[in-house]
């Protein structure tokens, strides 16, 4: 385990930041193109530095193309997000998947890019352990989907059952597809 503690500080020393800031009178552009990851990646950290440069501009376009990962990464984003003080929206230029979804719906508003998609399923991790470990990873699992089965009930409207079917399926939405499921608001 300590070779692997190593390995991703060595890792995470060698990484450029993978998120860049544009900013101008207009409104200040956010690019999260990368994987959600507090060691490699996109990390709540990195976010926070770059809004806090954006802070007074009146619009945060937040540009995504991510595959997702570390759902606590993307929650503390989200939160950020949501502190800032301009209108917010996410434009998905292709990929917006797993945790990267709910940094999207943080925003007042969602648009697809025309060849988009965006995908929502369970929560997943690993595990090391006895039984007993992989009973309360089980359980954690299930505390976190409980606040993404929000996220995606207080965007859409729909009832638990419905998005939790969805999740269950391992769900892939086409541009018009989150647009008629209440994931988005319109398509580019």
């Known amino acids: 385990i300590m070779k692997l503690m190593k390995l991703f500080a060595d890792n995470r ?3 450029s930041n993978p998120i860049s800031l544009v900013k101008n009178e207009n409104g200040a ?57 301009g209108k917010t929206v996410a434009h998905i230029d292709s990929l917006c998947a797993s945790a990267a979804t709910s940094i999207a719906l943080s925003c007042g508003e969602v648009v697809m890019k025309e060849g988009a998609l965006f995908m929502i399923h369970n929560a997943s991790g690993m ?22 089965i929000k996220d995606y009930t207080d965007k859409t409207g729909k009832a638990d059952d419905e998005i939790i079917a969805l999740m269950d399926a391992e769900t892939w939405f086409t541009p018009a597809e989150a647009v008629s499921a209440g994931l988005a608001n319109s398509i580019s």
């Open 29 to 85: 552009s956010l690019y999260i193109y990368d994987v959600i990851d507090e060691f490699w990646g996109v990390s709540a950290a990195s976010v926070i530095d770059s809004l806090a440069q954006a802070e007074g501009s009146p619009v945060l376009n937040v540009y995504i193309n991510s595959p997702g990962g570390s759902v606590f990464e993307a929650r503390a984003i989200m939160a950020a997000i949501g502190r800032f003080s």
């Open 127 to 148: 595990v090391w352990g006895d039984k007993n470990q992989m009973r309360e990873t089980a359980d954690l699992l299930e505390k976190i989907e409980l606040s993404i």
């Open 13 to 15: 020393a060698n990484i």
